[in-house]
């Protein structure tokens, strides 16, 4: 199923900004960060299969570029915004940790 199928309230931007971050799972965010999926797989079952693949988030945190370009339907594109969102993600834990 296609994210342009889902009802506006189910959709995983809209209810981003309506609901806030923590409404949503981990695919929906991911889905949200990816945009767009592959003829005949949508978003979700792109980020469903991203987080399956790396066993999770922590998995995906882990994951090297060079892993990232196995996975059909991420691009360079696509890779290099993960791996982007996957620096600050790791940035913002090492600083939290030495502010401790």
Same mark, same amino acid.
């Given at each position: ?14 209810? %981003? $900004?309506?609901?806030?971050? =923590?409404? @949503?799972?981990?695919?929906?965010? +991911?889905?949200?960060?990816? /945009?767009?999926? #592959? ?20 998995? %995906? $945190?882990?994951?090297?570029? =060079?892993? @990232?370009?196995?996975?059909?339907? +991420?691009?360079?594109?696509? /890779?290099?915004? #993960? ?18």
């Amino acid at each position: 199923m296609s994210i342009k199928d889902l009802p506006l309230t189910l959709r995983p931007r809209e209810r %981003l $900004l309506s609901c806030g971050a =923590q409404a @949503l799972a981990a695919e929906e965010l +991911l889905a949200v960060l990816l /945009r767009t999926g #592959l003829p005949g797989r949508g978003v979700m079952g792109l980020a469903r299969s991203l987080l399956q693949e790396f066993k999770g988030l922590a998995g %995906l $945190l882990a994951a090297q570029p =060079q892993d @990232l370009r196995r996975i059909k339907g +991420l691009g360079p594109a696509k /890779r290099a915004e #993960l791996v982007a969102v996957m620096e600050l993600a790791r940035r913002t834990l090492d600083q939290s940790l030495q502010s401790r």
